[in-house]
Structure formats: structure tokens, C-alpha cells
């Protein structure tokens, strides 16, 4: 897009403004990257903690527990719901499924439905 603005016998200048504002950029950057200190030992799962913390504290409702314990021998089925039932319940399913396996539920079955059809 660039060089298509550019007038005939300019091309070489263009080319190299753009080339100087990108080595500059890179310079830049660089520097700010290896002056800026970084915390090593704040780790993935804090994190994550104070994400949902931040997102239930936006909501006005207490942060959800990371883990629950309870007694799933009563639970057979899960239903991801959408509007149509072909795409977001579908993806969703797919990896709720997958978790659901990867735990170890083995009697649990997870499927996707369009929500008029519950």
C-alpha cells in the first residue's frame, strides 16, 4: 500500500524510510525489553487466580472455587447449549469432553444440543 502511493523515482527513498522506521523501532524496543525488570517467580497458576478474581470482581460476584469436591456419582450427562447447536456448543463440547476424559469420568457423557431443543 505503500508503494502503490509512492510517485514514480521515489521508490528507493520510500523503501528506506520504511527500513530506518522499522531498525529504529526494533532498537527501541530492544532496549525497553532488557531494561524493564521481569518478576521470575510470579507463576501461571497465580495468575490465573488473580484473573478470575479481577473477572468476578468486574461482575459484582465472589471468584469461582479452582477445584470443586463433591459427589459426581449422580451426574450421567452434560448438555453444552447454543443458539443453533452446530458451532460454539459443538467446539465447546469437544474440549469439555476431553477434560471430562483427561479426569477420568469415564461415566459422564458430554454432549452439544441447540437450546430449543432442551
Not at 531498525?23 to 517467580?41: G, N, P
Not at 487466580?49 to 459427589?71: F, I, L, N, T, W
Not at 451426574?75 to 477434560?99: F, N, P, Q, T, Y
Request: a positive charge.
Amino acid at each position: 500500500a505503500v508503494l502503490a502511493m509512492t510517485p514514480k523515482g521515489a521508490y528507493f527513498a520510500n523503501i528506506a524510510a520504511v527500513c530506518a522506521a522499522f531498525a529504529v523501532s526494533f532498537v527501541v524496543s530492544a532496549f525497553l525489553l532488557k531494561t524493564s525488570k521481569v518478576k521470575e517467580d510470579d507463576d501461571l497458576e497465580a495468575a490465573t487466580r488473580r484473573m478470575q478474581e479481577m473477572k468476578s470482581q468486574s461482575k459484582g460476584g465472589a471468584a469461582a472455587p479452582a477445584s470443586v469436591d463433591g459427589d459426581l456419582s449422580t451426574v450421567r450427562k452434560i448438555i453444552v447449549a447454543c443458539d443453533a447447536g452446530m458451532g460454539s456448543s459443538a467446539m465447546g463440547a469437544g474440549v469439555l469432553r476431553k477434560k471430562v476424559a483427561d479426569a477420568g469420568l469415564k461415566n459422564i457423557s458430554v454432549t452439544n444440543s441447540a437450546i430449543n431443543s432442551l
